[in-house]
């Protein structure tokens, strides 16, 4: 049987409620108010039941609830939730990973003890900045003193896997302010940092004002710099940078973003979510109502598609790039059947040739040029199977 048809080992979960929606933000999220909080997670548990009678699993290795922002779920909420999550996906692996998205701001202490009593073990906080005017006008809501006593109630519960999320190449900063903001995440010595660079996405405020010469984003050459300062700094401090934005202290690796990376198989659950399970992907409706009023008679399928060898092939090159040991021959090769050079020939030589991909002695992985332009080199997979 090949790999890519196993029976997923991951889970991913979407809450699609926020606080507030921020500038840049285009994920599927609306403002909590008025939102109909528990007929959402009731047809999440709907859809949880139907999928499983689809796709029975087997031992879960990885959960990871996402947003939106999952904890602004009250604490009685996040309790429902969570034991729902565990009745549908009943066995998890002596070392589950249990993932869970949170802003600094919505997480006291109460609400903490839920998540921990619920099985969530690691919490990846969405911080962004450690200067309170960028976070002002990037338009989150919380403030520095929230990420402080955030952390602070999490190390009080018992939480000792937690990482941060960062963002570089926002309007106005420097790697000067970028250099204090790395200094601040690194004094709580976490175990993970993930670090993304600004895409200004159609649909959010941001590329309203890009569009009207309004938003005053850093030159290339300054956000090069920044990434530059970023890498240097993490791995001086004892991080290693094991994906594009991606930085952890040995063993704290993201297991389940690592699911995605290798092209595994991995369920989703919740409006907008998306999944790949049995070689096929699948998309689900956005919209909180229709979402709910789809599981009351089907799954709640916006699309699914068969994914063809082909297109299998480039996903497992593309996504596996990311991750800076590359990807493997022989991981190719049991999924595939086939060696990379065989289907990817002539792309592996010319991206050798410029210097963006580097032979290793079991394939394949970026080089030092080819992390900056890492969207290059993954867009020459595109269409490039060579038929043999």
């Not at 709907?46 to 990885?62: C, D, K, Q, W, Y």
């Not at 049991?334 to 050798?352: C, K, M, N, T």
Request: aromatic share 10%.
């Amino acid at each position: 049987m090949m790999q890519r048809h196993q029976t997923p080992k991951a889970v991913y979960v979407h809450i699609p409620f926020c606080t507030n929606k921020c500038h840049y933000c285009d994920f599927n999220s609306y403002v909590l108010k008025g939102q109909p909080v528990m007929d959402y997670l009731d047809a999440l548990e709907r859809e949880m039941e139907r999928t499983v009678r689809a796709v029975p699993p087997g031992e879960i290795e990885t959960i990871f609830v996402g947003g939106g922002t999952p904890t602004v779920l009250l604490p009685d909420q996040m309790e429902s939730f969570l034991r729902r999550v565990k009745c549908y996906f009943p066995q998890w692996s002596g070392d589950l990973e249990f993932s869970m998205e949170a802003n600094p701001g919505t997480t006291d202490l109460e609400k903490l003890q839920a998540m921990k009593e619920g099985g969530v073990n690691r919490i990846s906080f969405g911080v962004q900045s450690f200067d309170n005017k960028l976070l002002e006008e990037i338009g989150r809501i919380h403030n520095t003193d929230d990420v402080y006593r955030s952390l602070e109630n999490a190390a009080k519960i018992g939480f000792t896997n937690m990482s941060i999320d960062l963002m570089f190449g926002l309007p106005k900063q420097t790697a000067e302010v970028m250099r204090s903001t790395l200094k601040e995440a690194l004094a709580f010595d976490l175990k993970h940092y993930s670090i993304y660079s600004l895409k200004v996405e159609e649909n959010t405020l941001f590329h309203a004002l890009y569009e009207r010469g309004q938003l005053p984003l850093p030159e290339e050459e300054e956000e090069q710099k920044m990434f530059q300062l970023i890498m240097e700094t993490l791995r001086e401090a004892g991080y290693e940078q094991y994906e594009i934005s991606n930085f952890a202290k040995p063993g704290y690796e993201s297991r389940h973003n690592s699911m995605y990376w290798r092209n595994q198989s991995y369920y989703g659950i919740g409006a907008g979510a998306h999944g790949y399970t049995y070689g096929r992907r699948h998309v689900n409706i956005k919209g909180v109502q229709p979402y709910i009023d789809a599981t009351k008679e089907r799954l709640p399928q916006l699309e699914c598609i068969e994914v063809s060898e082909e297109e299998a092939m480039e996903d497992f090159m593309m996504v596996g790039l990311r991750l800076l040991r590359g990807v493997k021959s022989s991981d190719f090769a049991a999924q595939f059947g086939r060696l990379p050079e065989v289907v990817f020939g002539s792309v592996l030589d010319r991206l050798q040739e410029k210097r963006l991909l580097e032979a290793t002695e079991n394939g394949y992985r970026l080089s030092e040029q080819g992390i900056w332009l890492g969207n290059e080199v993954f867009g020459e997979f595109l269409g490039a199977v060579e038929q043999k």
